[in-house]
T-cell receptor, first 116, second 112 residues
Framework: NAGVMQNPRHLVRRRGQEARLRCSPM?????VYWYRQLPEEGLKFMVY????????ESGMPKERFSAEFPKEGPSILRIQQVVRGDSAAYFCASSPGRALKANVLTFGAGSRLTVL | DQQVKQNSPSLSVQEGRISILNCDYT??????FLWYKKYPAEGPTFLIS?????DKNEDGRFTVFLNKSAKHLSLHIVPSQPGDSAVYFCAARPLGTDKLIFGTGTRLQVFP
C-alpha cells in the first residue's frame, strides 16, 4: 500500500521555464493538499483540491501558479516562468475525506525545486 | 504574520532524559493543534494532536499540553531516544478550514 507519491523528487529549472510537480495520493484518498517549504521556514499551505475541484486556493500566489486534480491521474502543481524565489520543497498530502480529525493528513516525501 | 511560532530552532537532549518542545500561537480561532516529525529528505509524519477543548493528550512517550490562556503548547518526549532526533513542527488548524498553519520547526538532537 504505497503512500503519497511525489515526482520528480528533484527538479532543476532555469529562470523563465515551467515546472510541473506531480502527486499521486494514497489509495482511497480523494483529497489532496499542496504545501511549500522555503529555506529555514515552516510549511505553508498553498491549495486544497478534491477530484476535479479546487476547494481552497487561498495560499496560492496570484500569478504563475496553478493546480489541478483531474478525474484520472495525479494532482499537478504547475509553476510558469519560474523565478529564483520559487526554489523550495513542495509537499503534497492526501486524506480520505474532509480532515475533520486533523490528524489524517499523510504527506509525501516532497519535490525539491531549484531555479538557477 | 507568523501565527504559529517555534522560538527555539534547536534543542539538544541526552538519551533517557525529557525533551520539551515549545510552540506559541497568536490566533484564538484554532480548533486543533498537531505535532509533526520530519526526517531529512522525507515528508512530515504525524505524531500527536490535541483538540482546543482539551489541555492534555498522551500517546506512549509523547504528551502534548495546551495552555489556552497563554496560547502555548508543548510536546514532551520521555524518555528521549536517539531515533527521536529530527525536526519537529507544531501546526494549528483554523476553525472551519482544512489547512494547517505550521511553525518554523525545532531541530531535536538526542545524544547517547
Amino acid at each position: 500500500n504505497a503512500g503519497v507519491m511525489q515526482n520528480p523528487r528533484h527538479l532543476v529549472r532555469r529562470r523563465g521555464q515551467e515546472a510541473r510537480l506531480r502527486c499521486s495520493p494514497m489509495k482511497g484518498h480523494s483529497h489532496v493538499y499542496w504545501y511549500r517549504q522555503l529555506p529555514e521556514e515552516g510549511l505553508k499551505f498553498m491549495v486544497y483540491l478534491q477530484k476535479e475541484n479546487i476547494i481552497d486556493e487561498s495560499g496560492m500566489p496570484k500569478e504563475r501558479f496553478s493546480a489541478e486534480f483531474p478525474k484520472e491521474g495525479p494532482s499537478i502543481l504547475r509553476i510558469q516562468q519560474v523565478v529564483r524565489g520559487d526554489s523550495a520543497a513542495y509537499f503534497c498530502a492526501s486524506s480520505p475525506g474532509r480532515a475533520l480529525k486533523a490528524n489524517v493528513l499523510t504527506f509525501g516525501a516532497g519535490s525539491r525545486l531549484t531555479v538557477l | 504574520d507568523q501565527q504559529v511560532k517555534q522560538n527555539s530552532p534547536s534543542l539538544s537532549v541526552q538519551e533517557g532524559r525529557i525533551s520539551i518542545l515549545n510552540c506559541d500561537y497568536t490566533n484564538s480561532m484554532f480548533d486543533y493543534f498537531l505535532w509533526y516529525k520530519k526526517y531529512p529528505a522525507e515528508g512530515p509524519t504525524f505524531l500527536i494532536s490535541i483538540s482546543s477543548i482539551k489541555d492534555k493528550n498522551e500517546d506512549g512517550r509523547f504528551t502534548v499540553f495546551l495552555n489556552k490562556s497563554a496560547k502555548h503548547l508543548s510536546l514532551h518526549i520521555v524518555p528521549s531516544q536517539p531515533g527521536d532526533s529530527a525536526v519537529y513542527f507544531c501546526a494549528a488548524r483554523p476553525l472551519g478550514t482544512d489547512k494547517l498553519i505550521f511553525g518554523t520547526g525545532t531541530r531535536l538532537q538526542v545524544f547517547p
